[in-house]
């Protein structure tokens, strides 16, 4: 089995290391299919340039050690959402599957996607912009079979761009 599998127009599946990465993008009644390819693709560069300075990623206070002009773009990320969190004890791995999430559905929005949503292992991304909208279901449990609450988000709600 390939590690990137389309599984619709609109959708596309990741399966590489530890990412399990649903990528579902379209441009109005455009599906992306080429686009969320390219984009998974990049989620493997994008985790093999972390995997250089994983010993960083997984450290406390990492920030005081990174130099901004050096460091990949997750580890970046991963850093700044562990400072927004202002717990102490978090490493930057704690965000490792958002911020891979966030980095791919901000390239397919620059790739002129009005609807994104990538789900990296219950991690996700939503881009909303314009008329669009899609609802997002929460389970108490990775081994629940329904949804306890539902979330229903337009691209006027200003989630993830949009608005």
């Not at 290391?17 to 390819?37: F, I, K, N, V, Y």
């Not at 927004?84 to 980095?103: H, K, N, Q, R, Y």
Request: glycine share 8%; net charge negative; hydrophobic share 45%.
């Amino acid at each position: 089995m390939s590690m990137i599998t389309t599984l619709a127009n609109d959708r596309v599946f990741l399966d590489y290391g530890p990412m399990q990465m649903t990528l579902a993008a379209s441009a109005g009644d455009r599906a992306m299919t080429a686009e969320l390819r390219q984009a998974a693709a990049y989620a493997v560069k994008v985790l093999k340039e972390l995997a250089e300075v994983q010993s960083l990623a997984k450290e406390r206070n990492t920030a005081n050690r990174l130099d901004p002009a050096e460091a990949p773009l997750a580890l970046k990320l991963m850093v700044e959402a562990v400072e927004v969190a202002g717990d102490e004890t978090l490493t930057p791995m704690a965000t490792v599957a958002g911020a891979f999430a966030d980095i791919v559905a901000d390239l397919l929005a620059a790739q002129g996607a009005s609807k994104v949503l990538i789900n990296n292992g219950g991690d996700i991304a939503v881009r909303l912009w314009d008329e669009e909208k899609t609802r997002i279901g929460l389970t108490p449990s990775i081994d629940s079979t329904g949804f306890t609450h539902v979330v229903n988000l337009t691209g006027k709600d200003c989630i993830g761009g949009g608005g």
